[in-house]
T-cell receptor
Framework: AQRVTQPEKLLSVFKGAPVELKCNYS??????LFWYVQYSRQRLQLLLR??SRESIKGFTADLNKGETSFHLKKPFAQEEDSAMYYC???????????FGSGTRLLVRP | GAVVSQHPSRVICKSGTSVKIECRSL??????MFWYRQFPKQSLMLMAT?????????EQGVEKDKFLINHASLTLSTLTVTSAHPEDSSFYIC??????????????FGSGTQLSVL
């Protein structure tokens, strides 16, 4: 079954600390994975996708097929990073997405 | 950037009435839009795929007669919750696929509609 798991509901860190938001997936084919972010009172927006291999706002994520993971990382968290983060798996060519349950990141001053 | 407008942002209705939610792509054409449902503190669950000019395809367990989807134009998809009941109260989110010649496909989300059925 296709599934995205985000084990942490809440992750609280201090400003300047490293951050890792975990995401594991279950998918029989070749996955395409995304991280979406939702800031307070704003809509969901794309943060990054694994095929782009880019760094957005200091965040990176590497697809590890062996561990079926796509963890989101940032070496030094900022207060403005506080938001809800969703890991998502593209189900097929139609852009259907399966979302994880989300992790709320709270960066404290 | 591309914008997807969703309206209304919040609606309260009586049990038994129908509610229509609109999703518009403001600066691009979208042949495909998606409707999601999100319960408090839970993930987004895909309800259906809205295809311009053809019938919507529904995910398993979603009642097509309950959640009517119409995608009559390249910029508008509507979701109508028919004969709404309190258990239909939820946050509904639409998304639209933008095809870009250089940037490829990208998905953009509406701001969501909070439906409360009394």
């Amino acid at each position: 079954a296709q599934r995205v798991t985000q084990p942490e509901k809440l992750l609280s860190v201090f400003k300047g600390a490293p951050v890792e938001l975990k995401c594991n997936y279950s998918y029989s084919g070749s996955p395409e994975l995304f991280w979406y972010v939702q800031y307070s009172r704003q809509r969901l927006q794309l943060l990054l996708r694994h095929i782009s291999r880019e760094s957005i706002k200091g965040f990176t994520a590497d697809l590890n097929k062996g561990e079926t993971s796509f963890h989101l990382k940032k070496p030094f968290a900022q207060e403005e990073d506080s938001a809800m983060y969703y890991c998502a798996l593209r189900k097929d060519s139609s852009y259907k997405l399966i979302f994880g349950s989300g992790t709320r990141l709270l960066v404290r001053p | 950037g591309a914008v997807v407008s969703q309206h209304p942002s919040r609606v309260i209705c009586k049990s038994g009435t129908s509610v229509k939610i609109e999703c518009r792509s403001l600066d691009f054409q979208a042949t495909t839009m998606f409707w999601y449902r999100q319960f408090p503190k839970q993930s987004l669950m895909l309800m259906a795929t809205s295809n311009e000019g053809s019938k919507a395809t529904y995910e398993q367990g979603v009642e097509k007669d309950k959640f009517l989807i119409n995608h009559a134009s390249l910029t508008l998809s509507t979701l109508t919750v028919t004969s709404a009941h309190p258990e239909d109260s939820s946050f509904y989110i639409c998304s639209a696929v933008r095809q870009g010649r250089e940037s490829g496909e990208k998905l953009f989300f509406g701001s969501g509609t909070q439906l409360s059925v009394l």
